[in-house]
């Protein structure tokens, strides 16, 4: 068990559709990062967020958007879904903003949009 | 940009076997090398890291040594288990440029038979 608690663990959803995935880092870590695995895409890295603030922004569509609220635990909210975007999604916790540290993951969430 | 390529698997051994997973990285500066492994169903897990050049890092049996010269971080096990068949993943984090973006490869599954 990394620390790392992601919400919901499956999710299954149709074209069109708004979802929220939501995350709570290891107690005692400022930054979240979140990543989108699928098989054609491998895993892609989205968007980090340290400490309530936006930190480095990856491949990450503008449908999508991701904050962090006070308590530090994160949100990604996915809309106007397409197939393509069945996928898992993961994010990850970190002590520092710096990637240098390691990063725990959580178990994923499996979206799958029909 | 920054790249991470590593062999594509599937890797079939027979447990005991000796492994080399190779790894090589397109980076400015001298990032930091990762190699993380997930578990079928879970998420990734950090393996072992090296933050220079000619550091080597090691956990479980495993081991990676950072080459700068060949721009290389390739995973090594004398002899494999069942219980090491995964998917591992090769990644870096940039140390400098202002670039946080961390960059993983597309990870090479490993399958280990009794």
């Known amino acids: 068990d990394s620390g790392v608690t992601q919400t919901p663990k499956h999710l299954i959803t149709a074209t069109g559709q708004r979802v929220t995935l939501r995350c709570s880092p290891r107690?005692?870590?400022?930054?979240v990062y979140w990543y989108q695995q699928s098989l054609d895409q491998g895993l892609q890295f989205l968007i980090q967020?340290?400490?309530?603030?936006?930190?480095a922004k990856g491949n990450i569509l503008e449908r999508f958007s991701a904050q962090q609220f006070p308590d530090l635990h994160s949100e990604l909210n996915l809309s106007s879904l397409e197939l393509g975007d069945s996928a898992l999604y993961f994010c990850?916790?970190?002590?520092?903003?710096?990637?240098?540290?390691?990063?725990?993951f959580g178990p994923g969430t499996r979206l799958t949009v029909t | 940009g920054n790249s991470v390529t590593q062999m594509e698997g599937p890797v079939t051994l027979s447990e005991e076997a000796f492994l080399t997973i190779n790894c090589t990285y397109t980076?400015?500066?001298?990032?930091?090398l990762f190699w993380y492994v997930q578990y079928p169903g879970e998420g990734l897990q950090l393996l072992l890291k090296?933050?220079?050049?000619?550091d080597k890092g090691s956990n479980k049996g495993f081991e990676a040594t950072y080459r700068k010269e060949t721009t290389s971080f390739h995973l090594e096990k004398g002899s494999v288990q069942v219980s090491d068949s995964a998917v591992y993943f090769c990644?870096?984090?940039?140390?400098?440029?202002?670039?946080?973006?961390?960059?993983f490869g597309r990870g090479t599954s490993l399958i280990v038979h009794p």
């Open positions: 990644a870096l984090s940039p140390q400098s440029g202002g670039s946080y973006i961390p960059t």
């Open positions: 967020y340290y400490n309530g603030e936006e930190r």
């Open positions: 090296a933050t220079k050049a000619d």
């Open positions: 107690s005692g870590d400022l930054s």
């Open positions: 980076a400015t500066g001298y990032p930091s």
């Open positions: 990850a916790s970190s002590v520092d903003d710096n990637p240098r540290y390691e990063q725990y």
